[in-house]
């Protein structure tokens, strides 16, 4: 074979390969696109409970959230301290924004425990979607689980997944603490914050008896999400509720609290006032 055939030969070959590396890259680029821009039409609303309470924790709210409505339907899952999944309910056929209520088999309280939650409910999420094929949905912590949600977002939320609305109620940004002395957990969140879906809307919900607490997360420590949230994400409002059944383990029933999830993580039109005082942060 002459050197000129050698050469017009290997020029080919390059000139496939590059042609074919481009190709590649630019599918790649495209089906990225593609699952980014893809919104999967179940949009489920997931429910965490805070320590010392279980899967069960939310019955009286879903009650109250599907009275007079369409009823969404109710899974539960419990996460077992091997990783493994306990189910119980289940999803009906059609329902696109079913309640996903995830508890786990160890509710202790602690820093270092809700870190291991918020990986046990990336595991629990990471299955849910496989099985449903959803990418996005709106998420209600109480107390504690907020803080799971939050952790979670920042540290285990898929690629290509994201959270549309977060509503935290009573959540202890900064522990029990009744101070603006910043705790090691939220200096951990506050370092994480840019990993936040950056179209979220995020509602964070205090219960005062006094203006200072609920009984046992104090204000400012709920207050304290502000330097997580604030300019990291779509939509940032700080809620205070005060009235009847605003000590912390009543919050996720107050009917102040209801409304507002039928408003803002439901979506529902409902005309009825609600009183409460509503500070917006930009």
Do not use: C
């Amino acid at each position: 074979m002459s050197k000129k055939r050698i050469l017009y030969s290997s020029l080919i070959l390059l000139i496939t390969a590059v042609v074919g590396l481009s190709g590649y890259q630019w599918q790649k680029q495209a089906i990225g696109l593609q699952q980014r821009q893809f919104r999967s039409p179940m949009d489920p609303i997931f429910l965490v409970p805070g320590s010392s309470a279980n899967q069960n924790r939310f019955d009286s709210l879903v009650t109250l959230l599907n009275r007079g409505r369409s009823k969404r339907s109710l899974l539960k899952v419990t996460v077992q301290t091997n990783d493994q999944l306990k189910f119980s309910g289940h999803l009906q056929p059609g329902d696109k924004h079913p309640f996903i209520v995830v508890g786990f088999q160890n509710n202790r309280d602690g820093y270092a425990n809700i870190e291991r939650q918020a990986r046990w409910f990336g595991i629990a999420y990471r299955k849910l979607a496989t099985i449903y094929h959803f990418n996005h949905f709106s998420g209600m912590g109480h107390s504690n689980g907020g803080l799971v949600l939050t952790f979670f977002l920042e540290k285990y939320l898929p690629k290509n997944n994201t959270v549309d609305r977060l509503m935290t109620i009573a959540s202890p940004f900064n522990l029990e603490r009744n101070t603006t002395k910043k705790t090691p957990m939220l200096k951990n969140l506050i370092a994480h914050k840019a990993n936040l879906p950056k179209k979220m809307k995020v509602y964070s919900i205090a219960g005062t008896e006094n203006y200072k607490g609920d009984g046992i997360v104090p204000f400012v420590s709920v207050d304290s999400g502000k330097y997580i949230f604030q300019d990291q994400v779509a939509g940032y409002t700080e809620i205070i509720v005060t009235g009847a059944n605003t000590t912390h383990s009543n919050l996720p029933k107050n009917r102040q609290i209801v409304h507002m999830m039928r408003q803002y993580i439901l979506q529902e039109d409902n005309s009825k006032t609600v009183r409460h005082k509503q500070m917006r942060t930009p």
